[in-house]
């Protein structure tokens, strides 16, 4: 079955250090894919996504790009800040399910 | 609504109480689905609804979790005789009911069984 396995945490940076969060899927077809992000005591929140390969989802500074050959949505930011720290889930969607991956918790030192 | 709304947003219950967690979907969303995160753990699918299609029950932990979407908006998932292992955050999302278009999470009822 469908499956999203992503980077384990907890990750930890300096403010404005470069960040990557690897990301791979396994799926029959092409489905969409996804980053959600969740900010201490708040719900999960869509950040960006991709439908289909080579698109490139961003938001608030954060890329990932649809990678059909790698099975891969990685996602980066060129500078962090401290209040990026929150915990990001990727996930894969089709059909009328969408799979999350377990989640990486991130903490952004100033 | 503007967005999923989750009631209560937070829940204290004795242990082998029943526990009704209610979710209001976005107005016109088709697909609801029921999701449990434990501390410190990803998030695990409990249920799924779909129009008037039977639910997706396959993520059910046992068979004192239920849930039910009276008039294809507004659903209940109800706990019987909670446990201590139930204690997690229970997210209500809905959708178009196509995974490509992604969710809206609510923000969630933090339940404690004491």
């Known amino acids: 079955g469908d499956s999203v396995t992503q980077m384990e945490g907890p990750v930890t940076l300096s403010e404005e250090a470069f960040l990557t969060i690897n990301c791979t899927y396994t799926?029959?077809?092409?489905?969409?894919l996804f980053w959600y992000v969740q900010y201490p005591g708040e719900g999960l929140q869509l950040l960006l996504k991709?439908?289909?390969?080579?698109d490139k989802g961003s938001n608030k500074g954060f890329e990932a790009t649809y990678r059909k050959e790698t099975t891969s949505f990685h996602l980066e930011k060129g500078s962090v800040q401290v209040s990026d720290s929150a915990v990001y889930f990727c996930?894969?969607?089709?059909?009328?399910?969408?799979?999350f991956g377990k989640g990486t918790r991130l903490h952004i030192l100033p | 609504g503007a967005g999923v709304s989750q009631s209560p947003s937070n829940k204290v219950t004795e242990k082998g109480k029943d526990v009704e967690l209610r979710c209001d979907p976005i107005?016109?969303?088709?697909?609801l689905y029921w999701y449990r995160q434990s501390l410190g753990q990803g998030l695990e699918f409990l249920i799924y609804f779909q129009g008037n299609s039977a639910p997706d029950k396959s993520g059910l932990p046992s068979d004192r979790f239920s849930a039910e979407r009276t008039g294809g908006s507004v659903s209940t998932l109800t706990i019987q005789r909670t446990q201590q292992e139930d204690s997690a955050v229970y997210l209500c999302a809905s959708s178009f009911g196509q995974g490509g278009y992604g969710y809206t999470f609510g923000s969630g009822t933090r339940l404690t069984v004491v």
């Open positions: 991709a439908t289909k390969a080579d």
């Open positions: 107005s016109g969303h088709t697909a």
């Open positions: 799926a029959t077809g092409y489905p969409s």
């Open positions: 996930a894969s969607g089709r059909d009328d399910k969408i799979i």
